[in-house]
């Protein structure tokens, strides 16, 4: 049985050199190289301590204090971090797949960027057996589901987390990719949800009153019992038709795309130019690699759809929804995406190089006033393209790949424009 007493932890204060030896210690074991010892950093006192990038995969940090600790880029990948103190901790960038995250403490956290997949922050406590067999609890203050008040978990991957009836009131949860993420039963009260990926999240007997949904992707979500009581959910994409139905075509998805293709490779010759313009297109039939040269498909609803190694040149694609759409590869020479959103997008090695249509004519891909939020642009081509007012914040991009480019008026989160300013 448990008992409802409680014996207080006293945890252990570790240096800096004591600290950096056991990192150096835990590399070696996880590394498989000889002398190398898992770090065991139980009950240890961390807090405030500088350990930006270090790789604890696998180390024990159960309860742990890390508060106010700098821990950008580390990596705590299916660490045992139950009952941890990261209050007001960075972890910007953190890799945390798979960590036990039970009874953690994350208020007022920074987890921009963070990637949580797996991870599990449902309710937990510590315990320790008696002489007679008799379980008490270990305080550690209070141990229970696990907390993200006040939390920034803006554009952060929290795809299939366990985050059953944890308390994440007023958390910032902006461009988060949570698709079946499990939130049942959750305290989401004001909570902000702007343009984050619910698809397939379980929100049954969550408590979103006040919470902000607005432009959030809802495909398959579950909401039984939530209590929405002043949500916003204003340009939520759910299940529901969010354009005209391709059915108004008047021809088969796949025809049309076949016809639009025989139209491009014969220089109009022959076939027809698709128009989606408008058009809830996530229905549409397999994409990856077709041509779509010059397709005309402004405003059009294309969330979540493969479009990788697609030839889209020319596309006039302005105010379109691409949001987490797969693009790697594509030719989107002298592309039109003004005013579009490709937030969360995969971008890699996409090509936005000007169309050269002859020795003096070509045309400028144009990017101006495009959400592309948290997206992957490693390897992309942006030179030469229209970037203003562009929204690259928590964007994904090589080291030097954004210096030389226009962005005086683009919209830049501080670590591009450190990048930028050679810091």
Known sequence: MLSTQSSKIQRKKYSHSELAN???????????KPGGVRAQLAFADLSGMAMAGANLSEADCTGASFRGAMLSDCVFDRAALFACDFREADLEGASLVRADLRGACLRGANLTRANLIQADLREGSITQKDKAGNLHALRLGKVGPAELQGANLAAANLSEASMEGMSAGQADFTDAIMRDCKLARANLQKAQFVGANLAGADLRGANCTGASLDGAVMTGAKLANAVMDGASLVDVVNDNLAGKALAEQGVAPEELLRLHALWAQSGGAQGKAADLSGYDCRSLPPLA??????????KAILVGLDLSACQLQGARLMGADLR?????????????????????????????????????????????????????????????????????????????????????TALLDARAKARLAGE
């Open 22 to 32: 056991a990192i150096a210690l835990h590399e070696r074991f996880r590394t498989g």
């Open 289 to 298: 690699g077709l041509v779509l040269v010059g397709l005309r498909a402004e």
């Open 324 to 408: 987490d759409c797969k693009l790697a590869g594509a030719d989107l020479r002298g592309v039109n995406l003004t005013g579009a959103k490709l937030t969360r997008a995969d971008l890699r090695d996409c090509d936005f190089s000007p169309l050269v249509i002859g020795a003096d004519r070509s045309f400028a891909a144009k990017l101006d006033q495009a959400a592309l939020r948290a997206v992957d642009l490693r390897g992309a081509k942006l030179a030469g393209a229209s970037l203003d007012r562009i929204d690259l914040r928590d964007a994904i991009a090589d080291d030097d790949q954004l210096k030389g480019l226009p962005l005086d």
